[in-house]
Nanobody, 127 residues
């Protein structure tokens, strides 16, 4: 079955960096765009980034543009989210998700556009 497993979260300080991983299995990885979302307590889940399948084009929310970078390793069926210059407002549970298609739709990405989700990994940024 389709599985997405996030890892790499943790407790860091303002200005630190983290790299999240999303290991996938159970589907043709090269055929689907992959998105990263996050959800803070009491807030709606919001899209952070998206990477297409065919050419690896990346898209970012304005709030993380220039600080976060997403990449994919098709040999490992894994997507990464490199987060730099972390801020307390980045504190959230981060989820990766498989899109229903190979391309990324325009921002903001809707949770309904993604077919499968991981269980999430917690990122906490202290000031």
């Amino acid at each position: 079955q389709v599985q997405l497993v996030e890892s790499g979260g943790g407790l860091v300080h303002t200005g630190d960096s983290l790299r999240l991983s999303c290991a996938t299995s159970g589907f043709a990885f090269g055929n689907y765009a992959i998105g990263w979302f996050r959800q803070a307590p009491g807030k709606e889940r919001e899209g952070v980034s998206c990477i297409t399948s065919h050419d690896g084009t990346t898209y970012y929310a304005d709030s993380v543009e220039g600080r976060f970078t997403t990449s994919r390793d098709d040999a490992k069926n894994t997507v990464y989210l490199h987060m730099n210059d972390l801020k307390p407002e980045d504190t959230a549970t981060y989820y990766c998700a498989r899109d229903k298609t190979y391309y990324c739709r325009g921002y903001p990405w809707g949770v309904g556009d993604f077919a499968s989700w991981g269980q999430g990994t917690q990122v906490t940024v202290s000031s």
